[in-house]
């Protein structure tokens, strides 16, 4: 079954029953077989709204799959990015904890849950021993959405662009505050903290001087708020999304046979999709552990397949990363890329994998960026993909930008949102 992360390829089917996971931890199962040994897969999750609504996903997924597996849900708040609402997430980050996963995967592996659900952009690329991660569903929108205040998109106003000198907008992200710098320095960027409809509300309340917030299209529309959403930034407004955003991040304990046989049959089950989402953000995670960057710094990436991977219009790709990959031909090697003789597994799914990068400086001044073809038909080729593009944006700067960054961790701190 492919290259699926996991210890062992004996995994037993499992044979419990499985319904929708519900936010409360309850379960409602249909009958299991007279002979086998129900077991309930126990999930891990953040509390938030956005959360669970992932859970959602993830378990209707898995009622594909696995129509008789049962499922409960256990809500736990981590005791940085939940629970200190006051400090700005990049000097949480400066800590070297995890914002978001630390308490949660304490949980993993004392057993207390069997899995993980994350918003894959929120995991560290470096795991605790004994933790293995893999994006696992579909991939939603990954690109950043704007949306307006309430007067503002009364306006008519619908982007940044439209925004007029000294217009506020809300981010707690550094990646977004230094890349919207770099495009448009007219604006001013004011940290927000918060879920996204507390972020929504601050924005429409008057008093908070918000124009706009930039937040991840994804979550906006899995909370059913996507009529909130007035434009998109993407590479052509010189914004790259985060690494592993808009996937679904799945956590559990490595040598665990039977979540591993679980999570590879429900991406058999998708095919093609499942299987080129897991090897985007594969390469997408390889780059960033090679940049040593997380949320803190302002690393973005945009990836698309050559051919048959994406439609026009799904909002992981633009034609504009095509032609400057066609252009350059960045890195892709025929001859040590392309796989010997006929493989229907690599033929089936495999392909050119165009993987845009781009490291900013905190102010926006300055900016090392590069594009990528290469062949991926398995893990161990998206990981090369993304290590390759992460050396060469050191060799061209970005090493330069990143040390300025991690030896000044105070001009973070110092700036409004960044």
């Given at each position: 079954m492919a290259d699926f992360p996991r210890t062992s390829t004996n995994h037993p089917s499992p044979t419990s029953s499985h319904p929708r996971a519900s936010p409360s931890g309850s379960t409602s199962t249909h009958p299991a077989s007279p002979t086998s040994t129900p077991r309930t897969l126990r999930i891990g999750t953040r509390p938030s709204a956005l959360a669970l609504a992932q859970v959602a996903l993830f378990t209707d997924l898995l009622r594909t799959s696995h129509p008789t597996l049962s499922t409960t849900t256990h809500p736990t708040s981590t005791s940085l990015g939940d629970t200190n609402k006051s400090t700005d997430l990049h000097t949480l980050a400066s800590t070297g904890k995890s914002l978001w996963t630390e308490d949660l995967e304490q949980e993993l592996l004392e057993r207390r849950v069997d899995v993980i659900v994350h918003s894959l952009k929120d995991v560290p690329t470096k795991l605790p021993p004994g933790c293995v991660c893999a994006a696992v569903g579909a991939r939603e929108e990954a690109r950043d959405a704007v949306v307006m205040s309430a007067a503002r998109r009364g306006e008519g106003w619908r982007g940044l662009g439209d925004l007029r000198e000294g217009g506020v907008v809300g981010t707690c992200s550094v990646r977004r505050a230094a890349m919207i710098r770099r495009t448009y320095p007219h604006l001013v960027i004011k940290d927000v903290r918060g879920n996204v409809g507390t972020r929504i509300r601050k924005l429409d309340d008057a008093a908070g001087g918000f124009d706009a917030l930039v937040l991840a299209g994804a979550g906006v529309q899995r909370l059913g708020m996507g009529e909130r959403i007035s434009g998109w930034l993407g590479s052509e407004e010189g914004v790259l999304y985060a690494v592993g955003q808009g996937a679904i991040g799945v956590e559990w304990r490595e040598g665990d046979e039977w979540i591993e046989g679980i999570l590879a049959e429900a991406e058999e089950g998708m095919g093609k999709a499942g299987r080129r989402v897991r090897w985007e953000c594969v390469g997408e995670?390889?780059?960033?552990?090679?940049?040593?960057?997380?949320?803190?710094?302002?690393?973005?990436?945009?990836?698309?397949?050559?051919?048959?991977?994406?439609?026009?219009?799904?909002?992981?790709?633009?034609?504009?990363?095509?032609?400057?990959?066609?252009?350059?031909?960045?890195?892709?090697?025929?001859?040590?890329?392309?796989?010997?003789?006929?493989?229907?597994?690599?033929?089936?799914?495999?392909?050119?994998?165009?993987?845009?990068?781009?490291?900013?400086?905190?102010?926006?001044?300055?900016?090392?960026?590069?594009?990528?073809?290469?062949?991926?038909?398995?893990?161990a080729e998206a990981e090369e993909c993304g290590w390759r593009m992460a050396q060469e944006l050191v060799e061209n700067g970005a090493g330069e930008i990143l040390k300025k960054i991690t030896l000044n961790r105070d001009m973070i701190r110092s700036q409004d949102g960044a």
């Open positions: 995670r390889s780059l960033l552990r090679v940049l040593e960057g997380g949320c803190s710094v302002p690393v973005g990436v945009e990836c698309v397949w050559e051919e048959g991977g994406l439609q026009e219009g799904d909002g992981r790709g633009t034609d504009a990363v095509v032609e400057q990959a066609d252009k350059h031909h960045n890195g892709y090697e025929q001859d040590d890329a392309l796989p010997e003789g006929p493989d229907p597994e690599r033929e089936g799914y495999g392909g050119i994998l165009i993987m845009r990068a781009m490291v900013v400086s905190l102010d926006g001044k300055e900016c090392v960026e590069g594009t990528r073809r290469h062949y991926v038909s398995s893990d």
